[in-house]
């Protein structure tokens, strides 16, 4: 049975109620902005179940196939790549990206740099994050068990610290780090956030299920639902367990196969 959807007559009920007086031309900019909110949620819908078909064991020739499009096709469309990341950023991603995610990702930078990687890796993402003790989402991994000396230690032990002179040169984002910003979107529209944050990126390195940063979360006991718990409270202050919302627990994903 298909679940119920918007109808058009209730979408244009919502635009027309939101601004009911005053020029058609500014219901038209508010119908657009509706019309490209409900695009993105569809395609991060179709994403989210994509992801969970992968971790089920299903290939990607039979997604294509479900969806009607070439292996090749749904690959390009559902796994991120830097350079698509680049091309889009000026109306995509970074466009919505916070400062403090966007001081993360600079951090994360000199983080690989220091340590001499020619990449940029989900654990470099988490040292970003974790370099900001001042920052909620670092309060919030704190209050999970992984303060910034802790991180840092668990990262230095599994990629090495900083040694010799960093490395000059760009270093380009992995394939699980560009999904864990895939997923940190997937977060912010979760939480009905336009901006993506730090907070959301915390959450993404987890639901991707893969990555340095996953394992060394896991490994000092940080889960999916206690971080979501901990954003909210250091964002908001704690709720009532009355008034709690249950979450969704978005899928962790394999690591991608050899088709890619």
């Not at 209730?10 to 500014?26: E, F, K, T, W, Y």
């Not at 569809?42 to 992801?51: C, F, K, M, Q, R």
């Not at 292996?71 to 990206?97: C, L, N």
């Not at 654990?123 to 068990?145: K, N, S, V, Y």
């Amino acid at each position: 049975m298909m679940p119920s959807a918007p109808t058009l007559e209730s979408l244009i009920a919502q635009v027309r109620s939101s601004l009911a007086d005053g020029p058609a031309l500014d219901r038209l900019t508010l119908a657009v902005g509706l019309a490209n909110r409900l695009g993105e949620l569809g395609e991060n819908l179709i994403g989210y179940y994509v992801d969970e078909a992968r971790r089920d064991g299903v290939s990607w020739a039979e997604i294509g196939t479900r969806l009607g499009v070439s292996r090749q096709a749904v690959q390009k469309r559902f796994i991120p790549s830097d350079a698509g990341m680049r091309r889009r950023g000026q109306d995509g991603f970074w466009d919505r990206a916070s400062d403090d995610l966007k001081t993360a990702v600079t951090l994360a930078r000199e983080a690989a740099r220091a340590r001499r990687k020619t990449y940029l890796g989900t654990e470099h993402l988490l040292l970003g994050l974790a370099g900001q003790p001042d920052q909620p989402t670092a309060q919030a991994l704190a209050r999970c068990g992984a303060d910034t000396a802790t991180i840092r230690g668990a990262v230095d032990g599994r990629v090495g610290a900083p040694h010799g002179e960093p490395l000059p040169d760009e270093t380009p984002f992995t394939r699980p780090a560009l999904r864990a910003l895939q997923h940190a979107l997937r977060e912010a529209l979760l939480m009905n956030q336009t901006t993506v944050g730090g907070e959301h990126l915390a959450l993404g390195l987890l639901t991707v299920g893969e990555g340095v940063a996953h394992d060394v979360l896991i490994n000092l006991g940080v889960d999916y639902e206690r971080l979501r718990e901990a954003v909210k409270e250091v964002t908001t202050g704690p709720a009532a367990p009355a008034q709690s919302e249950p979450s969704v627990q978005p899928a962790p994903v394999r690591p991608e196969d050899d088709q890619t």
